[in-house]
T-cell receptor, first 113, second 113 residues
Framework: QQQVKQSPQSLIVQKGGISIINCAYE??????FPWYQQFPGKGPALLIA?????SEKKEGRFTISFNKSAKQFSLHIMDSQPGDSATYFC????????????FGSGTKLNVKP | DTEVTQTPKHLVMGMTNKKSLKCEQH?????MYWYKQKAKKPPELMFV???????INESVPSRFSPECPNSSLLNLHLHALQPEDSALYLC????????????FGSGTRLTVV
């Protein structure tokens, strides 16, 4: 059973547009929600993460929105750039037992110039 | 030094070969991980070492044998692999109390022929 469901599978956005990727989870023990960015041939790199005591976290052009009651969280990329073209994975884990991240299935983002 | 270094970057091996993958970090992280990633899929956890002791084995076949010689090094010994074991093998490390420092290496692209 997939612990974290991610959508869409792929996304095409024009340069300057907003990219939105959504994730949903069921396990209420999850309280740490990172987003990873992966370029071809590279390992995933932590982009931004949130804990459920806040509903939104912003770092530069990247924002996580978190809805605890709906058990959903999303990544918004403002002013999307071609350099943002990559695969994005959401993940979830308990904060103090994060040895195992439960990853979403990934979203391949293509930002067109 | 904020990197996880993996060698080799690429490896082609026959099904009767024995080879090893190497991972090194000098961030003082005491947890180290092996992941397997197939194309267009999220990383799948294989093994976790915590303070140089194996703490999680995700039911990985015995043809994969991990080793943690010291707190900075992690090896994955490969023997009698199958073509379906071809994948990107990722190493990661973290402090055991801070998930934000969870760092992936760039991986070893393994092809089994």
């Amino acid at each position: 059973q997939q612990q974290v469901k991610q959508s869409p599978q792929s996304l095409i956005v024009q340069k300057g547009g907003i990219s939105i990727i959504n994730c949903a989870y069921e396990n209420t023990a999850f309280d740490y929600f990172p987003w990873y960015q992966q370029f071809p041939g590279k390992g995933p790199a932590l982009l931004i993460a949130i804990r459920p005591d806040v509903s939104e976290k912003k770092e530069g052009r990247f924002t996580i929105s978190f809805n605890k009651s709906a058990k959903q969280f999303s990544l918004h990329i403002m002013d999307s750039q071609p350099g943002d073209s990559a695969t994005y994975f959401c993940a979830a884990s308990p904060l103090y037992n994060f040895n195992k991240f439960y990853f979403g299935s990934g979203t391949k983002l293509n930002v067109k110039p | 030094d904020t990197e996880v270094t993996q060698t080799p970057k690429h490896l082609v091996m026959g099904m009767t070969n024995k080879k090893s993958l190497k991972c090194e970090q000098h961030m003082g992280h005491r947890a180290m991980y092996w992941y397997k990633q197939k194309a267009k899929k999220p990383p799948e956890l294989m093994f976790v070492y915590s303070y140089e002791k194996l703490s999680i084995n995700e039911s990985v076949p015995s043809r994969f044998s991990p080793e943690c010689p010291n707190s900075s090094l992690l090896n994955l010994h490969l023997h009698a692999l199958q073509p379906e074991d071809s994948a990107l093998y990722l190493c990661a490390s973290s402090q055991d109390w801070d998930p934000s420092g969870y760092t992936f290496g760039s991986g070893t692209r393994l092809t089994v022929v």
